[in-house]
C-alpha cells in the first residue's frame, strides 16, 4: 500500500509560483498530480513515468513542471504564472499498473491533498 503526503499548497496572488512536494513509501512505474475544483472530477494536471516519460494535461505544461527525485522518493510540481483558475486542491498520486496518463483511472492511491488558492 503505497502512502503519499502532499505539502506546498498555499494561497497566492496571480502571477506568483508555487512548488508543491509529494513524499512517497514506494515507487510506482507512474506517479501524477491532479487537482479537484469544489464539486467537480479530479482532474488530471501531469504524470511522470519511472523513466522521465512526462505528459501533461492541455494548455499546462507551459507553466506547470512535474518533477521527481527518485533518491528521496520525492515528487513535485512547480506551479509559474498561477491563475484564479488554479485555485483547486491538488493531489498527488501513484499508478496502479503499466498506463500512465493524465487519466484517474491509472492511478489506486492518493494522498489526502494540498489546498492551492490564487486571488
Known amino acids: 500500500h503505497v502512502q503519499l503526503v502532499e505539502s506546498g499548497g498555499d494561497s497566492v496572488q496571480p502571477g506568483q509560483s508555487l512548488r508543491l512536494t509529494c513524499t512517497f513509501s514506494?515507487?510506482?512505474?507512474?506517479m501524477g498530480w491532479f487537482r479537484q475544483y469544489p464539486g467537480k472530477e479530479r482532474e488530471g494536471v501531469a504524470v511522470?513515468?519511472?523513466?522521465?516519460?512526462?505528459s501533461y494535461a492541455y494548455g499546462l505544461k507551459d507553466r506547470f513542471t512535474i518533477d521527481k527525485d527518485n533518491a528521496k522518493t520525492t515528487l513535485y510540481l512547480q506551479l509559474n504564472d498561477l491563475k484564479p483558475d488554479d485555485t483547486a486542491m491538488y493531489y498527488c498520486a501513484a499508478g496502479r499498473g503499466w498506463y500512465c496518463r493524465t487519466n484517474e483511472a491509472d492511478f489506486g492511491y492518493w494522498g489526502q491533498g494540498t489546498q492551492v488558492t490564487v486571488s
Open positions: 511522470m513515468t519511472n523513466g522521465g516519460r512526462t
Open positions: 514506494e515507487t510506482r512505474y507512474c
